[in-house]
């Protein structure tokens, strides 16, 4: 996996080409860990991501909604990845971040175990999801690329936290 550098990087996650060589979409994505599984999401739907800060625990919210966090001035919900996909709870640690993402008109954080590094990935190498994954959970993902000798799940991150997950939450929405 190639790490990139500000000039290669145009703000809609696609790689610039490079000068005499054909125009290849390249897409940038971050990868991170949860449970030992290498995921990504596309680097133009993440805000930022910072060091887990103490959150704000609020009743009667979905389980896999940690609480709210105050970034910058912004109440923003925190999501549980470990919860949503129903994984074992486990301590966090000195890795543990929150991905900050833009989902529609809502900045929305996740809790993941650590961030890995940004990738270039060509469209191409990513196959769409196994048809033996249950439906539900198959529609949050994009794909699967292969990358050196690990699998690379690849999040939908409108589908994963889509409209529909937020109408339990009466939660304002947020603009970035």
């Known amino acids: 996996m190639d790490a990139i550098s500000a000039n290669d990087a145009r703000p809609d996650g696609h790689s610039a080409p490079k000068a005499g060589k054909p125009a290849v979409s390249t897409i940038q994505f ?30 009667q919210l979905p389980e896999w909604i940690e609480g709210l966090i105050n970034l910058r001035g ?17 301590p966090n640690d000195d890795e543990t971040r929150i991905i900050v993402l833009n989902v529609g008109t809502r900045t929305v ?6 961030v890995s590094r940004v990738m270039k990935i060509q ?17 949050a993902l994009q794909g699967v690329a ?15 936290l889509n409209s529909e997950n937020w109408a339990a ?3 304002p929405s947020s603009s970035s």
Do not use: N
């Not at 999801?129 to 959970?137: L, N």
């Not at 292969?146 to 994963?160: A, G, Q, S, T, Y």
């Open 30 to 59: 971050v990868g991170f860990r949860l449970a030992d599984v290498d995921y990504a999401f596309e680097i133009r739907r993440i805000q930022e991501i910072i060091l887990l800060r103490p959150i704000t625990r609020v009743p």
């Open 74 to 90: 912004s109440v923003i919900p925190v999501v549980s990845l470990r919860r949503r996909f129903a994984l074992p709870e486990r």
């Open 109 to 114: 954080g996740v809790v993941v175990d650590g």
């Open 123 to 139: 469209p191409d190498q990513i196959q769409p999801p196994p048809v033996t994954i249950d439906a539900i959970e198959r529609a």
């Open 146 to 160: 292969r990358m050196e000798d690990r699998l690379i799940v690849i999040l939908d991150v409108d589908k994963l």
């Open 169 to 171: 939450v009466d939660l």
